[in-house]
């Protein structure tokens, strides 16, 4: 791709990640606060074109009811080892819908806890693979309100989801982090910090609301800000693209122009 080249983040999950750009999600947020700095694009789903027009390269690629064994069976096409440019951070995201019970049919999204082990070191190996220099974060399984679940799905799906069973697949994941030295966040345990988080983080038990992804990017921008990595991928240590002043800015009060590139100038940033 010709022009102007901005390092690339790719969100990479299920519902999770398809919903983050809208409610105030926070794959939106991470665009804003990454704005001119880095890309962030959801492919193929509402609000992709005008969102991606304007902001840094963050790829989204996140596909609803996905567990990790479908995850894995695309490794290859979402991440072609041969590409011409890698991405430089992924945030990788499944485990909730792992831990959906099993189905009497033998259908539905469950997969054995040994499976989504074993499927998450390989989506871990293959995204370290790729490049040296892509990093890596794994966001674990979030609580579940099971009373929110069966009010908000109640005759649409049949299933069960516990957030006890999120917590044994959040605790797997991080382990498996920890073995492979992988940044990861804890939302289980994060979310849960927030009083009445059933209602307060979540919409519909499963989903979050714009508190619950507040949270999320604050715990991210968290891992990034403390990862030692070189170069830092941390917003505020990231070059920002044509930050020079202009005699084209804004005017201000004091009849001085005034660069405006930096997305907290105006009104709150509640994310740090």
Known sequence: MGGLERPKFVLFGSSIVQLSYINEGWGAALAHIYARKADIVLRGYSGWNSRRAVQADIVLRGYSGWNSRRAVQVLDQVFPKDAAIQPSLVIVYFGGNDSVHPHATGLGPHVPLPEYIENTRKIAMHLKSISDKTRVIFLSAPPASEEQIGIHLRGKMDMVRTNEYCRIYSEACLEVCRE????????????????????????????????????????????????????????????????????????????????????????????E
């Open 180 to 271: 492979m030295n992988l940044k990861a966040v804890d939302l289980w345990t994060a979310i849960q910090q927030v009083d009445n988080w059933e209602t307060v983080c979540l919409k519909d038990g499963i989903h979050f609301a714009p508190e619950g992804s507040r949270m999320i990017v604050k715990e991210i921008l968290r891992v990034i800000k403390e990862a030692q990595w070189e170069p830092s991928l941390y917003w505020k240590a990231m070059p920002t693209e044509f930050s020079e002043d202009s005699p084209y800015d804004p005017v201000g009060v004091e009849g001085k122009t005034v660069n405006v590139s930096e997305p907290d100038l105006f009104g709150d940033f509640p994310w």
